[in-house]
């Protein structure tokens, strides 16, 4: 297969990208332009800024040969996309002019699509990729409305439908989650929501409409991350960033960059975790979003905690602490966290728990685990965590009281984090197997200790 003498602009480069991330729906802006182009990510951004502009001599030969060397669906797929590119020993037709792809949507949509397919499934996740996330949002421009080839619009009724169907299922997620949940969300955002952003959209409807879908992508997002399934839950979350992006959201797009740092904190990306949470706390101060700036701020502590930074995680801290005074003050948006001083305390006890602050510790995680009684995980975090200080302290039959609580609750919730809770609990507890309390908690609760901390 080969293309046109001259024919390669950046708009030509984004789609054979997206032909590549239709088969790769994690590849990064950073793995095509090193691993299939042999440039620099920033070359990638540069050519972004003149789409049609026609790429100098020597670059076209090496895009050719890149797409020649090409796996076949990619070229399959690059052919659907860009027929008119395609030599087939005849000159374009006379008057042929590129479409213009300015934006974020059509590489979100392609990339939802290819997520809905079975082989999704061996997404991995890649810490290496969190920075080029930010980037492709900085660089990003904000998108334009699309004209419908069937003349259907999208109308304000619509936006309310999807965010009614988002309640109900953050409310059942938050509460329980789970596999059938996860479905159920899943296949709403790709039969009904994803098809919304394709046709044409009421002027006043369409940035709810795309704060909403990428609402939604978040919280299906956050239903893999919460299965262990945290490649299809970044590149969820990526996408969801994406959507933001398209309609100049710049709170969501923080809010969005928080969910990253969790999920980065989760799986020990501290570093990683720490770049994103500072990006969030830039873009929602930039926003003016005093609910997002709160989570930004205590993500940012909590990284510096991780990685054992005392006076930074502190000066973090009480940054929130400031921050959190103003939450009040604002009215939030669907989304937006609503903080409370439970919210609060979990993030802060967490962050003095990993500072080894265990009196700061045990008097934000208890009022946690008193005051969540309704949410199952939040109690089963907490329980963990106050697990973790008891036993830095040797108290560890009050230690193996919340792993027993632990047990307890995880048998009616369907969560991987839950289980990984308790693995956190039970990997500080291995070295004290001589104890009469601690085999007993192992015998009881089924774990095993050899697999503790592998």
């Known amino acids: ?63 050719s040969h890149a797409l020649a060397g090409a796996p076949e669906p990619v070229i399959e797929r690059f052919r659907e996309m860009r027929p008119a590119l395609v030599a087939e020993g005849s000159p374009p037709e006379a008057g042929h002019s590129l479409t213009v792809y300015p934006s974020g949507l059509e590489v979100a949509v392609t990339i939802l699509q290819g ?37 259907s619009r999208v109308t304000s009724a619509s936006v309310q439908q999807v965010r009614a169907m988002i309640t109900a299922i953050d409310t059942i997620e938050r509460r329980a989650g789970g596999a059938e949940c996860r479905a159920t969300a899943r296949k709403y955002l790709h039969d009904v929501a994803l098809p919304l952003l394709q ?3 009421e002027s006043q409807a369409r940035s709810e409409l795309f704060s909403a879908v990428a609402e939604l992508c978040e919280i299906v997002g956050w239903m893999y991350y919460d299965a262990g399934r945290h490649g299809m839950g970044q590149a969820y979350f990526t996408q969801a960033l994406r959507l933001a992006r398209e309609v100049g959201d710049v709170a969501l797009s923080a809010y969005l960059m928080t969910s990253i740092t969790h999920q980065a904190l989760h799986v020990g990306q501290a570093a990683s975790a720490l770049r994103v949470a500072k990006a969030a706390q830039n873009v929602a101060e930039s926003a003016g979003s005093p609910q997002v700036l709160v989570e930004a701020d205590l993500l940012v502590a909590r990284s510096h905690a991780a990685l054992g930074a005392v006076g930074d995680a502190t000066g973090a801290l009480h940054r929130a602490e400031r921050s959190y005074e103003q939450v009040q003050a604002v009215a939030p948006r669907a989304w937006e966290p609503q903080w409370d001083e439970i919210m609060f305390a979990s993030h802060a006890g967490t962050c003095w728990n990993d500072l080894g602050n265990t009196k700061e510790a045990r008097r934000h995680l208890t009022q946690v685990w008193e005051g969540s009684g309704d949410r199952p995980r939040r109690r089963i975090y907490s329980a963990a965590e106050l697990g973790i200080a008891a036993t830095r302290e040797g108290e560890l039959e009050l230690a193996c009281h919340y792993g027993t609580e632990i047990v307890a609750l995880t048998g009616n919730v369907d969560s991987s984090r839950a289980h990984r809770h308790l693995e956190r609990l039970a990997v500080k507890l291995k070295p004290f197997m001589n104890t009469q309390v601690v085999r007993d908690f192992f015998d009881q609760s089924g774990l095993n200790p050899e697999g503790a901390g592998k």
């Not at 997404?123 to 419908?148: C, E, I, K, N």
Request: net charge negative; no cysteine; proline share 7%.
């Open 199 to 201: 046709k044409e959209i």
């Open 115 to 151: 997520l809905a397919e079975p082989a999704a499934d061996s997404v991995v996740y890649r810490p290496d990729d969190l920075a080029a996330t930010v980037l492709d949002w900085l660089m990003s421009a904000v998108g334009q409305a699309v004209v419908s080839a069937d003349g």
């Open 1 to 63: 297969m080969n293309v046109q003498r001259g024919a390669w602009t950046p708009e030509t480069v984004q789609v054979l990208q997206d032909a590549y991330r239709a088969a790769d729906p994690a590849m990064t802006d950073e793995a095509f332009a090193q691993d299939v182009l042999g440039v620099a990510p920033r070359t990638l951004y540069n050519w972004r800024k003149r789409p049609q502009t026609p790429l100098r001599q020597d670059m076209q030969g090496v895009l």
